[in-house]
């Protein structure tokens, strides 16, 4: 592993939360991402440092209203998340325990909070027979690359009867039964990080990993209201698809191997915290590791205008997205494609297709326009 | 997606600049179309923060909630805005026509409709929300809103709606009325972004279409169309600025909210106003004005419905309600797919790269050709033609022409660069071809299995007679006493 140290430079790693291990498979293809993120590179910082900062931001009133409403959610012991279990999951909930877990006698360090859950978790799956309990913030950690990670507790747990349910809240609205897809889909992904992490849990301590539910209660506000609502989400695919990119990590070691034993991200802080390394070598640095831009990225990517401007400088087709390369066949740069379609180039066996139907779409551009 | 909008794509990026997917203008450009901005309180459904508004260029009208966690001042907005939209949907419902038709009453349709125009999709999605969260709003009882505040609901959630229907333009996104006419040298994703789309279309002098793309991209010089706002603005500008309201509220404050909302709205208001002058530059085609008349006769009839005083949209379809209108939109799509072909060669071209149609040269013909015997002997002229398009049709395929637009013909065979066509409707009564109806050898033609034909509305029970299979007969909608008092929180 002192190879992805090295990679990293002095710099702890940089923790993955869920919402960052969930986006790992949004670009299984990409290489300089999977280095990156397995080595812990702040890749933020690295974006900005090369002149070419993230655009993501988080509008204040958005995480107001994130945390308002979690709140309500959780007010007074979960009472009202109680209510909400009940009713979904048809059980018979008299009353329910409720415990903190991030309250660990004023210690906040990660190792010991997550021992702390360890330790209730492993009671309440010995003792099936335990009254229903609510697990707030309960602190998981995933193996990532060989590092363990540690998960930003924004999560509830609940137990009844030894099962698990994981709960996500979200603050996004479910008018009359709908919500927008993507939104679903991103807390999808992020509560599967959730239910696998417990799973590994459940399993190193001995138990049955499959008494994590793979159907995940989302709260979210119901139309225009605050009121709650919580749905069942089936996360099989999502789990499916983690499992598939954290194996995948693991072999990382292959994609490292033949980089420079000198090549690292460091960004040469001083003693103040400022990046001092010349954006030169930074960029040449990153541009060992080869991406794989596509515009997806750009909502996903901490380096996506910096990959975006290589695929740009490279004239790479990726750069107007994946239908339109799926449209040419897999031809790589414009310049090919463009020399394919006005016959300067004469196509190889594998483009003898792709390069007739270029041609008579020239052709046909310059016939009626 | 086809070859050819790739292949523009791919050229677009070479010159540096937009390039044309569209010979005409395929939707319809009211004379006096209203340009509608919503911005949106991030992390919030529906929370309106401002909107700017009208149909002048020159005269915007702005529209601010100073606290937009204040209901009341939310229903004070949508008032407002009722104040805006309101007169403009209803004076168009004066000027009617009588429209003739065979064999049923002849009615009566509005001459002209309105035309919201929005930046995005997003922006579509909003309005539809919009009208979800104050349609069923009542002027009296507990939480009573201004009588014009439902009114408004029920006719954005009716352009919400008309707006999912395949070539209506009741309500429509700028970036997808442009990006039906040009292929910029970005991602279709990137093409949601208004400023940067028409950087690629209309870039300023001495620039090159992808730096003023990129230029657009930056939230200080362009802040995004709506209804989301920028992050950095709401922190650095907005939040303060309601802060300073909530605690003293005032005209200054609400003043203060306004100015710093302004900044975010006037570019994108320019930028509606570039967009609207370009596409209108377009000459118009002919479908285009067909699918208008669809559109008018939508909002006569739901103006009819309203006078009336029908119950508010109900909040989800039953399921034959659901099913018809289904139906109804994937015919509006054929319809609307085959129109544009007709229209515009360039649309055509796309169907041919496909091997749906093909364009080629007629090199024989046999005009006069019956089929059948005695009173059963039937005109079925037959035609050869010769094309280099990768023709990809079966036999019986069954084929259109724009030259000819009530012609039909049925494939016979393909082979070797050659097809050979049977011409079943549209070439004259009797045994005799009328003359011109059947092409001659050496005309150019082009075929292509599309069809704009009226095809007859779905089969489908009556609702109370829904199969238990979708949820058996639904209760009858009655409006919810309580829906009115629905939280807005």
């Known amino acids: 592993m002192d190879r992805l140290d090295r990679l990293r430079g002095p710099e702890p790693p940089r923790p993955h939360d869920a919402r960052a291990i969930a986006a790992l ?10 280095v990156l993120d397995a080595a812990g590179v702040d890749k933020d910082a690295v974006a900005t440092h090369l002149g070419f900062p993230a655009p993501f931001g988080r509008s204040p009133f958005a995480i107001t209203r994130g945390d308002a409403f979690e709140a309500l959610v959780k007010e007074g012991g979960g009472a009202e998340l109680l209510r909400l279990l009940r009713e979904l999951l048809g059980l018979p909930l008299p009353l329910a325990g409720y415990t903190d877990l991030a309250d660990v006698g ?12 360890r330790r209730l978790i492993d009671r309440a799956a010995r003792d099936a027979g335990e009254a229903a309990t609510l697990y707030d913030h ?73 008494r994590v539910s793979h159907e995940i209660v989302l709260v979210c506000p119901e139309n225009f209201a605050n009121r709650p609502a919580a749905t069942l989400v089936d996360v099989r695919r999502e789990l499916a698809v983690l499992r598939r990119q954290l194996a995948r990590m693991t072999r990382v070691g292959a994609i490292v191997e033949p980089l420079p034993d000198t090549l690292t991200f460091d960004l040469g802080r001083d003693d103040g915290g400022v990046p001092r390394r010349p954006v030169a070598e930074l960029r040449s640095a990153v541009r060992e590791v080869g991406a794989r831009y596509a515009p997806d990225c750009l909502n996903t990517c901490d380096l996506c205008f910096f990959c975006r401007e290589e695929a740009a400088e490279a004239g790479a087709t990726d750069l107007l997205g994946r239908q339109v390369r799926d449209e040419l066949g897999g031809v790589a740069t414009v310049a090919e494609a463009l020399a394919l379609a006005d016959g300067s180039l004469a196509p190889d066996d594998d483009r003898a297709e792709i390069a007739r139907l270029l041609r008579l779409a020239d052709r046909l551009y310059a016939e009626v326009s | 997606m086809s070859t050819l909008s790739a292949l523009a794509r791919l050229r677009a990026l070479r010159e540096g600049r937009a390039q044309r997917l569209a010979t005409v203008r395929h939707c319809h450009l009211s004379d006096r179309p209203m340009v509608l901005i919503p911005l949106r309180l991030a992390g919030e ?84 929300l919009l009208g979800r969260s104050t349609r069923f709003r009542r002027a009296e009882g507990p939480y009573a809103v201004h009588p014009s505040v439902p009114v408004l609901g029920r006719w954005l959630t009716f352009f919400g709606r008309r707006a999912q229907y395949p070539g209506s333009v009741l309500l429509a996104a700028a970036t997808d009325l442009l990006s039906l006419h040009w292929a910029t040298g970005q991602s279709a994703l990137e093409d949601a972004n208004l400023a940067s789309l028409l950087g690629w279309i209309d870039p300023p002098p001495g620039m090159s279409g992808a730096s003023a793309a990129r230029e657009a991209e930056d939230p200080l010089v362009w802040p995004p169309a709506g209804p989301a706002t920028d992050p950095g603005f709401d ?92 139906a109804r939109m994937e015919r509006a799509r054929a319809v609307y797919d085959a129109q544009r072909a007709f229209d515009d060669p ?47 049709l079966a036999a019986g395929a069954r084929l259109a022409t724009p030259a000819r637009r009530g012609q039909r013909a049925d494939v016979v065979d ?48 009556a609702p109370e007679e829904t199969p238990w299979t979708h949820g058996g007969p639904p209760p009858e909608y009655v409006p919810a006493e309580d829906d009115a008092e629905e939280d807005w929180s």
């Open chain 1, 25 to 34: 498979a949004a670009n299984p293809g990409c290489a300089r991402r999977a």
């Open chain 1, 106 to 117: 004023g210690n906040p360090s990660a190792h010991l909070r997550h021992s702390h859950t």
């Open chain 1, 138 to 210: 309960p602190l998981l950690r995933l193996e990532i690359a060989g590092y363990h990670s540690y998960l930003e507790p924004d999560v509830v747990a609940f137990q009844l009867g030894g099962r698990f349910h994981i709960v996500e809240i979200k603050s996004f609205a479910v008018v009359d039964g709908q919500a927008e897809p993507d939104k679903v889909a991103a807390a999808a992904r992020q509560a599967a990080v959730y239910v696998l992490a417990l799973s590994t849990l459940l399993a190193e301590l001995g138990h049955d990993p499959s």
């Open chain 2, 45 to 128: 459904a529906a929370a309106p923060l401002a909107a700017m508004a009208g149909t002048d260029p020159d005269h915007p009208r702005l529209l601010v909630v100073p606290q937009p966690r204040d209901r009341d001042l939310r229903f004070a907005f949508t008032a407002e805005l009722a104040e805006v939209v309101l007169p403009y949907v209803e004076g168009l419902q004066k000027a009617t026509e009588t429209v003739e038709r065979r064999g049923a009453e002849p009615y009566e349709r509005c001459v002209d409709a309105p035309q919201l125009l929005v930046p995005n999709p997003a922006g579509v999605t909003f309005v539809q």
């Open chain 2, 235 to 326: 922190a650095e500008v907005l939040a303060p600025a309601i802060r300073a309201y909530q605690e003293a509220p005032g005209e200054r404050a609400a003043a203060a909210v306004a100015a710093a909302v302004r900044s975010q709205l006037e570019p994108t208001w320019r930028l509606m106003w570039r967009a609207v002058d370009l596409l209108r530059a377009l000459p118009p085609g002919g479908g285009a004005a067909a699918r208008w008349e669809g559109d008018r006769t939508a909002f006569t009839a739901f103006a009819a419905q309203l006078a009336e005083g029908a119950p508010p949209q109900p909040r989800r379809d039953g399921a034959v309600a659901a099913a018809a209108r289904l």
């Open chain 2, 346 to 392: 360039l649309v055509m071209a796309g169907h041919r790269l496909a091997g749906e149609a093909f364009t080629g040269t007629v090199v024989a013909a046999e005009p006069d050709r019956t089929e059948g015997e005695g009173r059963g002997r039937k005109l079925r002229p037959l035609l050869v033609v010769r094309t280099g398009d990768p023709v990809r």
């Open chain 2, 414 to 461: 393909v082979a070797g660069g050659e097809v050979t066509l049977k011409i079943v409707k549209g070439m004259g009564r009797g045994t005799t071809a009328t003359p011109g109806a059947v092409p001659q050898v050496g005309e150019v033609v082009c075929y292509a299995a599309l069809t704009d034909e009226y095809q007859p509305p779905a089969a489908l029970p």
